[in-house]
C-alpha cells in the first residue's frame, strides 16, 4: 500500500471512517499521515521474535545477548534505511524527492521513525523476556552466564 500511494498518501482514516465511521486522526489530533509511523513501529514489533529465534537457533545466542542483539538489529537496519530514503530523496530532487522522503514538514520525521521501530523491537523483546523468565527453568543461570567474561 505505502508503494502504490506513497507512505504519506495511505487512505487508512478514510477506510476507518467509511468501514468504522470512526477517525483514527480526528480521535488522536493528529494533522498528519501517520501510517508511516505505525508501519516503523510494527517492523520493529513483528521483526525483533523472529530475528531471536534466527540469533538462538542459528547463532548458538543465549541470554542477555539474545534479547539485546535483535533490538540492536532492527535499529541499524532502521537506520540504514532512513539513510537510503535521504539519498533516494537527494537523487530525486525537487517535489517528487520531497514526496518520497514524505516527511509531511516534520523535520524530526526520520529520528521519529527510527525511534519507533527501536521502540516497537523493545517491547517485543521485554515481552519475550518476560515469558521467557516465568516458563524457562534455567533462565536465571543462562542469564548470569552470558553476563560472565570468559578467559
Not at 72 to 97: H, P
Amino acid at each position: 500500500m505505502g508503494s502504490y500511494y506513497t507512505y504519506s498518501n495511505v487512505p487508512y482514516d478514510a477506510f476507518l471512517t467509511s468501514y468504522f465511521n470512526f477517525s483514527l486522526n480526528e480521535y488522536m489530533g493528529w494533522t498528519r499521515n501517520n501510517f508511516d509511523r505505525l508501519i516503523h513501529l510494527l517492523y520493529g514489533l513483528l521483526l525483533a521474535y523472529p530475528i531471536r529465534e534466527l540469533y538462538c537457533r542459528i547463532a548458538g545466542m543465549k541470554g542477555f545477548w539474545s534479547y539485546l542483539a535483535p533490538l540492536n538489529l532492527i535499529m541499524a537496519t532502521s537506520m540504514l534505511y532512513e539513510l537510503v530514503e535521504w539519498g533516494a530523496a537527494e537523487a530525486f530532487g525537487g517535489d517528487i524527492g520531497m514526496a518520497y522522503l514524505g516527511t509531511q514538514g516534520d523535520i524530526w520525521d526520520a529520528h521519529k521513525d527510527m525511534a519507533l521501530a527501536s521502540l516497537g523491537a523493545l517491547i517485543a523483546m521485554a515481552i519475550t523476556l518476560y515469558i521467557n523468565s516465568r516458563i524457562q527453568k534455567d533462565f536465571g543461570e543462562e542469564w548470569q552466564l552470558s553476563l560472565k567474561l570468559k578467559f
